[in-house]
């Protein structure tokens, strides 16, 4: 995979703010998109909570109260700038980025459901080149569509120190690309468009472990153990290229001819297995800090029996929240919580020997609503990613999540005298 920024225009993006979601299967997005683990830079394999559902790690659901409901939903919205060394450009969106539910089966069985973005493609691009033969000619890479996640979880309590769990998730997702060759300079040379087509639908695993080791009464250690398998996807694809005059920036298309069309038909492509690890160390119903690790094996992936030049991409995730009196109630201030997180990205992309890489740090807050535990949940992160070496593209990126929790007591038999 060889990316050419000579002379490059960007234009807005569509779906994700990211001009790279063009290669492998787009911006990968973790599990950890719930506000609340957002505001803490993503920290979320080790987070063992009754008040919010964490996907991440699917062992912490047998945290949940035996007589609780849980709902939780969260809006994004990001800004973002982009820089090559001569261009600037800004793109925007906003989206529903997940909701889940969690509920318990019995005392030691509980369970969760929930729709996650898995990967995001939206991007339009042009790379303009010139030879003495041909002059200037430019191609315009178009994007949009992705994956996206429902996941049925268990999580198992095995002890009062240990608990297990599964997440079984149905992936599914489309993706529309295309790719204009064009002459600005001349009307007379036939203008060539690629259009591609794959539909992805299929199962998924991981699972994760949760081991708890209260310190005193005080003060408790957690650590926490992800895995995800490593799976054939089933995809749908389609291709049709075609001349044509006209097309440039969305205008009218006067097709000529077909010159190749590969009619639908069954392929795959390889996920990596994943691993992480969390460890959090905290005071109870006060503050907690605690530190994950994420690795990816994205050279194992494939398109069929194609090979794609991916790398490896691991994270790292320092994060921490504190609530200075959750019990006040005179002072609303004291009950809300506050959070701050700062991550490193290693993305599975590398550009002429140029990895893509990631910074971010972010901040949130977790405000109570009175006579509730439903909190609402913001979070903001800014951050920097990729380059403007060897032409390549720089993105500075501003990150808002809006959530809520819901935390209803829906199995409690009422009694009346």
């Not at 807005?12 to 506000?35: C, D, L």
């Not at 997940?98 to 030691?108: A, L, V």
Request: charged content about 15%.
């Amino acid at each position: 995979m060889v990316l050419v920024f000579g002379s490059e225009y960007l234009e807005a993006q569509t779906g994700t703010n990211s001009p790279y979601s063009r290669f492998g299967i787009g911006e990968i997005k973790n599990r950890n998109v719930n506000s609340r683990s957002h505001g803490m830079g993503g920290l979320s394999n080790a987070i063992h909570s009754n008040k919010f559902v964490n996907p991440s790690n699917p062992a912490s659901y047998a945290g949940f109260d035996s007589l609780s409901f849980l709902f939780n939903a969260g809006l994004e919205m990001n800004s973002s700038t982009y820089r090559t060394n001569t261009l600037t450009e800004k793109g925007s969106d906003a989206s529903l980025s997940y909701f889940s539910m969690g509920f318990p089966i019995t005392k030691r069985w509980k369970v969760a459901i929930g729709l996650l973005p898995y990967a995001d493609v939206g991007y339009s691009t042009i790379v303009s080149s010139e030879t003495n033969e041909l002059g200037r000619y430019n191609y315009a890479f178009t994007g949009d569509g992705g994956l996206n996640q429902l996941y049925f979880g268990n999580g198992f309590k095995i002890s009062d120190k240990l608990s297990v769990g599964i997440n079984l998730a149905y992936v599914f997702g489309r993706n529309i690309s295309s790719t204009l060759l064009y002459f600005p300079d001349s009307t007379l040379y036939v203008n060539t468009k690629t259009e591609n087509r794959l539909l992805a639908n299929d199962f998924i695993f991981d699972y994760g472990i949760l081991y708890t080791q209260p310190i005193n009464d005080k003060y408790t250690l957690r650590a926490g153990l992800t895995y995800g398998q490593k799976i054939k996807l089933s995809i749908t694809e389609e291709s049709l290229t075609r001349s044509l005059f006209g097309g440039e920036n969305g205008g009218i298309e006067y097709i000529l001819d077909t010159i190749s069309y590969t009619p639908e038909h069954k392929s795959t492509f390889t996920l990596p297995h994943t691993i992480g690890l969390g460890l959090v160390f905290e005071r109870n119903n006060q503050w907690l800090v605690g530190l994950d690790a994420n690795w990816q094996n994205w050279k194992d992936f494939r398109i069929g029996n194609q090979v794609d030049s991916l790398q490896n991409a691991w994270n790292i995730t320092i994060g921490s929240e504190f609530t200075p009196r959750y019990t006040s109630i005179s002072k609303y201030w004291s009950r809300v919580t506050y959070r701050m997180g700062i991550r490193y990205n290693q993305t599975y992309l590398n550009l002429y020997d140029e990895s893509i890489n990631e910074f971010g740090i972010s901040f949130g807050l977790g405000l109570p609503l009175p006579r509730s535990l439903t909190t609402i949940d913001l979070s903001l992160e800014v951050g920097r990613g990729g380059t403007t070496a060897k032409n390549l593209i720089q993105e500075t990126f501003v990150n808002f999540t809006l959530g809520v929790s819901i935390y209803e007591r829906w199995f409690v038999k009422r009694r009346y005298n």
